[in-house]
């Protein structure tokens, strides 16, 4: 039906409501997401919506809106549908960039290591960042994207589980002789809707010497959420984390949350405490 009714330079996408237990027509995963894949080079994009709890299968739906060159979301209530559908219709429904890639290199003068949390099934090979054949993740209209780093500062004394401790260098040292501001570059790489030749942009960015508390309430509200995230997951990487600190971290870094988004994480975090 999408096909028949393509629209060009229009919006061409099919949206589908599922728990992701797909037993009428194409049930075979393989088949379906060939099918997805080739309506996907035809210019139809998906969004699926995931529904119910018994048997709701969130890996089948991510992997099918991810051939989809789309997005899904889990809508779990009629305020849920609100913000996925009206409140952010537009970067639900409207693509303007695809197969959209960031690659970050962080400056060993700032930084002697660090970690990316989360985002483990996302991961792209170095060199894949500049195949525009490899398939990656779409950007909507209005959508944003946060990615949280775990970054260590030369000099400072980390401990590696299970590997030994090095034998001809030690802990790096910030080098006085190379000064340098700038924590990293971030480079990004996308595709025009409609297009297969991708752009590049590169971005430094430079060192703040803001402490954790004085960061903005976005920063504070995110490093609360993946910090959750990392709990809920048992994380190794959790350190001294607990619900009781998530919980004051969010507290403080609401804002005006006017959607009241921010007050329903608390009531997760209460719920998990």
Known sequence: VAQQNFIKGGINRVILATDGDFNVGTTNQSELTRLIEKKRQSGVFLTVLGFGTGNYKDSTMEKLADKGNGNYAYIDSLREA????VKEAGATLVTIAKDVKI???????????????????????AQDFNDDNKDAGEIGAGHSVT????????GVK???PGIDALKYQGTPKA???????????????????????SSKLVFPVKVSDASFNDASENFRFSAAVAAFGMLLRD????????????????????????????KEFLGLVRIAG
């Open 158 to 160: 980390w401990d590696q």
């Open 103 to 125: 690659q970050v290199e962080f400056n060993p003068v700032q930084a002697q290591a660090y970690r990316l949390v989360g985002y483990e099934n996302r991961v792209l090979q």
């Open 82 to 85: 609100q913000k996925v559908l």
């Open 147 to 154: 990615a949280i780093y775990e970054v260590i500062p030369p």
């Open 235 to 262: 994380s190794s990487h959790g350190g001294t984390l607990t619900l009781e600190g998530v919980h004051e971290i969010a507290q403080t870094s609401c804002g005006e949350d006017t959607e009241k988004y921010r």
């Open 175 to 197: 080098n006085p002789e190379t000064p340098s501001d700038e924590l990293l570059t971030l480079k990004l790489r996308f595709k025009q809707p409609d297009g297969d030749k």
